[in-house]
């Protein structure tokens, strides 16, 4: 790659995505404690999940006193159906200024030029970027004009991306990037990567796939070192995206069909140690990975159906552990399945946070206590219940089930 060539200008509170290998924006699979376990691992940035601008439009920025996150939350709009009871406001979006803040991209979904602006001013102070998907095939995104339908109607979204780049970008020093996928013929792709670079954009990723592609479909790159080659006369940073199993792979690609940077997706979802190189030891055995997950899920009160769901991605599906915690109610439940002793008290803290229902079976935490007790007494006692035997359980490679993640 030539890193000498003519380039757009980094805005100061912005990130140049040269060089990087990132986590691609993926609906549930990319809420905090997934990006931050990525970046744990060695991602350079993270994207978050598409947000659509008009469900931030309106919403109520708080700081979680618990977990120093920034949350933005809405009063649900079925509210009136259930007049008298007591209303939980829903979590629209929920960053970590502190963890991620410079690293995150906060990828939107929009049609429109003045609520893409609106909303995208509610996140810009604590993000380093602001994506537009236009490449989202799922039917939710394109009905409404969005996602993949924009591809359509280049000058609109050109309008777009210019508009956040005058009244955001500029504003807040902050880049603003697209997301888009492949058009039928290699002369329309270029068409369109030149009119959107034009804008004064700063990156620009290509998911490898039509629109009509599903994740099953192996990615076509025979575009990607023209779309490269578009974006480098303009100065914009060029990422791929589609099928990039891990680190050393990104790097490889990147090289060859030289691309500034790569994302990965649903390798990261089954594991997102999928960021360390070969050199820095690989991948890591799931449990530990899942392990570190439920660290950090409990640090920030994570939203216990993403939890869940989560954890069925990193799970191997075979497995005892895996049928107990896909069975769980609750965070209590979780930690006894892991075997996670040590986690049981700050499990039952935030199962009371979140609401979830209480579970008679309190054996967990009373061996936690049990086992502060025997540590603060230095008795010898050996702890209630042994950890599990992680060493038998079979291999990531051999995985029950598969998944694809959504990827936008």
């Given at each position: 790659?030539?890193?000498n060539s003519?380039r757009v ?9 040269r060089g ?5 924006p ?15 691992y060695?991602?350079d ?14 919403t109520?920025?708080r ?7 920034v949350?933005?939350?809405r009063?649900?709009?079925n509210?009136?159906r ?6 939980k ?9 502190g ?6 991209i906060f990828?939107i ?5 003045s609520?893409?602006?609106e909303a ?20 939710f ?14 000058d ?6 210019a ?8 504003v807040?020093g902050?880049?603003i ?18 009119k959107?670079?034009a ?5 620009l990723?290509?998911h490898?796939?039509t629109t009509?592609?599903r994740p099953?479909?192996?990615?076509i ?7 490269a080659d578009?974006?480098r ?32 997706a ?7 140690s999928?960021f360390?190189?070969k ?32 954890l069925?991605?990193?799970?191997p599906?075979?497995t005892?552990?895996?049928?107990k915690?896909?069975?769980a ?8 399945a ?10 039952a803290e ?18 936690a206590k049990?086992q502060?007790k025997?540590t603060?007494?230095a008795?010898g ?8 035997d ?12 598969g ?6």
């Open positions: 790659m030539d890193y003519k200008p980094i805005p100061m509170n912005g990130v140049d995505y990087k290998v990132v986590l691609a993926m609906v549930r699979s990319g809420e905090l404690p997934s990006r931050l376990l990525a970046l744990k060695g991602a940035l993270v994207w978050g999940p598409e947000t659509i601008d008009k469900s931030m439009i309106g109520t920025k700081i979680s006193p618990y977990s120093s996150t949350d933005y939350t009063t649900p709009s509210i009136s259930h007049p008298g009871s007591a209303v406001e829903s979590l629209i979006y929920r960053l970590h200024p963890q991620e803040g410079r690293r995150l990828q979904g929009t049609s429109s030029p609520t893409a602006v995208a001013k509610l996140v810009a102070p604590h993000v380093a970027g602001i994506d537009v998907n236009a490449g989202c095939p799922k039917p995104s394109t009905s409404g004009g969005m996602g993949a339908a924009l591809l359509q109607t280049p609109h979204l050109a309008s777009i991306l508009a956040l780049v005058k009244e955001v970008g500029e807040f902050i880049g990037s697209v997301k888009i996928r492949l058009l039928e013929s290699a002369e329309a792709t270029e068409a369109l990567v030149k959107l670079c804008t004064g954009i700063t990156g990723t290509v490898c796939r009509p592609m099953r479909e192996r990615a790159r025979h575009q990607l070192r023209m779309i578009t974006c006369k303009e100065g914009v940073a060029c990422l791929m995206n589609g099928d990039v199993k891990n680190k050393d792979e990104a790097l490889q690609l990147m090289h060859e069909f030289g691309v500034d940077g790569a994302m990965i649903t390798a990261a979802e089954s594991n997102p999928s360390r190189t050199e820095e030891g690989g991948l890591l055995p799931w449990w530990e990975v899942t392990q570190e997950y439920i660290k950090i899920a409990l640090d920030v009160d994570n939203k216990w159906g993403n939890t869940k769901f989560t069925g991605q990193l799970i599906g075979k005892d552990v895996y049928r915690v896909t069975g109610k609750n965070y209590t439940q979780v930690c006894e892991l075997s996670l002793q040590n986690l049981s008290m700050q499990a935030v199962d009371e946070r979140l609401g979830l229902p209480y579970i008679h079976d309190t054996s967990g935490i009373e061996n049990s502060n025997v603060k007494a008795s006692q050996p702890s209630a219940k042994q950890p599990m992680f060493e038998n359980r079979r291999p990531l490679s051999e995985r029950g089930v998944t694809f993640a959504m990827t936008v």
